[in-house]
């Protein structure tokens, strides 16, 4: 349908202010505006989104999103607002009025999405009034809460396959979770078995930096990784709540602005932490996995792994919350030998069935193998995901290749000493053994006496403790849950110790780590960082004064694009990634001024007057705030503005109570803006 394509062209530019599609995505909208029933799986921060509302602006009446986190569906109707877009949200959140309106905008058949809590399924009323809506289509974001294996299942989503049928309209469900099983368990419960158009898109993210290091000094290791990207937003995933706080109180020590966040903390808690993430520039959340599936924050600069995640879906979840926005974005991921002794025994120790189990051993497996990777990292991710022949663009390994060496001799001694031990002790009294180390122990059990003993001194300690930690990556030997850690040989070691096959290792992992200096990362080149950073004060005053999210203004993408390709007009403007017809209108000419600096005709001579005068900046952020309150805190009310005197009548007087700024703005213009200029009052010496 050569013509629809070019309509969805066409809304993609004017409302989203994106000039291309990115891949897979407008296979998806056209599948999706065509009213097939859809099932996409698209990697994090690859667009989903743009799939379900693009193609909702195509077709007649309303979408019905079904979104599990009120956080996200607050921030995507804000953002559709922005661009012009009618959309509401029914959350427990809301307020009554906030309700009332969106129900109102329902009925006279105004809105165009409807995002709606799975909780609000369970209720008969919620489903007569969808009934009688006008609801065209279904999106299900995070399809794959409806799997019950998940660990993010919502019983809520099993109303969604009932609530298609009533409708009888189609539905398009969207995640991330690549892996068959969850997959099929979508098609059953959402789509009553029948298979959907499928769509399986790239799971590459050219915009990530994927690094992995031994642990040497964890802490150490994570402290000069933020030292070294200072002022940018990123998230510290850790494996304990304890580590959480201690390691946030060392980043703050340090000079960053950083919070912890973790399932044990109470719900207010932990929608602060939320809140100050989503709008607060540079902060650093150090959380455990609790902080995940809400964070849409597009600007995330860099996630860095204090502990090794549970398993490979995990830790390609988990990165990919950086960088949504598509500017560059960096990641560390520590791991060692406690981690995988650790996440052994919390799969061993799981009431999961045993097939299940061996899935979760397979699956961290895959991330050890990762771990232990000697050649590019991104194709052994993307391999796991069934993809080849992707070119990297940037990896640790691609970056400096790792030194080898043929570790066969060395693995063979190794499990030498842990068979002729009866499998029974841990990597430290193996190494003694292999060292010739004459401990206490090593004499109490009589191993000074094994042939083993002492045939491994052409290795160091650190080698050895290498040697071992690849072994477990490998999957070559497993600590045992039942005795304490202690290590065993699985059937993959037994083809190496048979002398069937060789095995490379890594030479440098530790050392290595010790020498890397940290560079510092910056996002555009010294001589476009001034612009930037400018670029950014703007788009903070302008947040702050419509209490928004930055990245709802503009994300980081955009002003790096400004600030590297300096538009001078509004014409150029509009080429800008990012930037569609509405933010153009609201926002076009004051990042213009930004960049182009005061041009002197561009001025309203009363501000001219003001020039230089304390008056002059307070009347500057008087209109940044007029400009972001143009439409209402929600953006879809009646464009109202105050004229240049009056602005400059304010700067000078500074009317200072609620009772004299609303004198000086009459009633209309107070309701608007009065409360958030007295904030901008109050808030300039
Ligand atoms: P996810 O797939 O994780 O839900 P989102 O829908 O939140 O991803 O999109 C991630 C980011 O990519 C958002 O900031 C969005 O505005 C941006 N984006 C989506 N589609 C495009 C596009 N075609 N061009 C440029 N940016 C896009
Ligand atoms: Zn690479």
Request: proline share 5%.
């Amino acid at each position: 349908m050569p013509r629809d394509s070019t309509d969805a062209q066409a809304i993609l530019a004017r409302v989203f202010g994106f000039d291309q599609f990115r891949p897979g995505q407008e296979t998806i909208v056209d599948a999706v505006a065509s009213g097939s029933n859809v099932l996409a799986i698209m990697p994090t921060g690859g667009g989903k989104s743009l799939c379900f509302q693009l193609p909702a602006l195509m077709r007649p009446g309303v979408t019905l999103v079904i979104s599990p986190l009120i956080a996200l569906m607050r921030d995507q109707v804000r953002g559709l607002r922005e661009a012009g877009v009618d959309a509401g949200a029914l959350t427990s959140g809301n307020t009554q009025e906030e309700t009332d309106a969106v129900w109102d905008a329902l009925h006279e058949g105004r809105l165009k999405l409807l995002y709606l809590a799975p909780e609000r399924l369970a209720s008969v009323g919620t489903q007569r009034a969808l009934a009688q809506a006008g609801v065209s289509m279904i999106a299900v974001d995070e399809a794959h809460c409806v799997s019950q294996w998940g660990h993010d299942f919502r019983p809520d989503y099993l109303r969604i396959g009932a609530l298609r049928q009533n409708l009888d309209v189609p539905l398009a469900a969207f995640t991330a979770t690549a892996d068959a099983e969850t997959q099929a368990e979508i098609i059953t419960r959402l789509f009553n078995g029948q298979k959907p158009e499928t769509f399986l898109h790239g799971f590459d993210r050219p915009n990530l930096h994927l690094a992995f290091a031994a642990k040497d000094s964890p802490r150490r290791q994570i402290m000069d990784f933020a030292a070294a990207r200072r002022g940018q937003s990123g998230i510290v995933y850790c494996g304990t709540r304890a580590k959480t706080e201690t390691l946030a109180k060392a980043l703050r020590d340090d000079g960053h602005s950083a919070c912890s966040y973790h399932g044990g903390m109470d719900a207010d808690g932990r929608r602060d932490v939320e809140e100050r993430f989503a709008t607060e520039d540079g902060l650093i959340v150090v959380a455990t996995v609790a902080f995940g599936m809400g964070v849409d924050k597009p600007d995330i600069r860099w996630v860095a792994h204090a502990d090794l995640p549970k398993s490979i879906e995990a830790y390609y979840q988990e990165i990919g919350r950086a960088g949504r926005d598509g500017a560059p974005a960096e990641t560390l991921t520590l791991y060692g030998t406690d981690d995988i002794r650790l996440r052994r025994s919390q799969i061993d120790e799981s009431p999961a069935p045993p097939e299940r189990r061996n899935a979760d051993h397979g699956r961290l497996n895959a991330l050890l193998g990762l771990a232990e990777a000697l050649e590019c990292r991104r194709k052994t991710l993307l391999a796991y995901f069934g993809e080849v022949d992707v070119p990297c663009s940037g990896c640790d390994l691609c970056d400096t290749p790792p030194k080898t060496f043929d570790g066969t001799d060395a693995v063979r001694k190794a499990l030498s000493a842990a068979l002729r031990t009866d499998e029974s002790f841990g990597a430290g009294h193996l190494i003694d053994i292999l060292l010739g180390n004459a401990t206490e122990k090593v004499k109490k059990w009589h191993h000074d006496n094994l042939p083993t003993f002492g045939i491994g001194k052409e290795l160091t300690r650190g080698e050895w403790q290498a040697v071992l930690r690849q072994m477990m990556g490998y999957d070559l030997m497993r600590p045992d849950a039942d005795r304490h850690g202690a290590l065993v040989m699985t059937e993959t070691a037994r083809p190496i110790l048979r002398g069937d096959m060789r095995i490379d290792l890594r030479r440098d992992t530790i050392q290595r780590a010790k020498d890397r200096r940290p560079i510092v990362r910056a996002l555009v080149s010294d001589d476009d960082a001034p612009l930037l950073s400018a670029l950014k004060a703007k788009r903070r005053a302008l947040a702050e004064a419509a209490r928004a999210p930055a990245y709802v203004i503009f994300p980081d993408r955009t002003l790096i694009e400004m600030a590297q390709t300096r538009p001078q007009t509004l014409d150029q403007m509009t080429a800008i990634v990012g930037v569609g017809a509405k933010k153009l209108e609201r926002y076009g000419a004051i990042f213009l001024e930004v960049i182009t600096g005061d041009t002197p005709n561009s001025i309203h001579p009363k501000r001219r007057k003001l020039a230089g005068a304390e008056a002059g900046s307070l009347y500057d952020a008087l209109m940044a705030a007029q400009t972001a309150l143009h439409r209402g805190t929600c953006g879809t009310l009646k464009p109202l503005s105050c004229s240049a005197s009056l602005l400059a009548q304010i700067a000078q007087h500074r009317p200072n109570t609620a009772n004299t700024m609303n004198q000086m703005l009459g009633e209309r213009r107070s309701d608007r803006f009065g409360s958030a200029f007295l904030d901008v009052v109050l808030s300039q010496p």
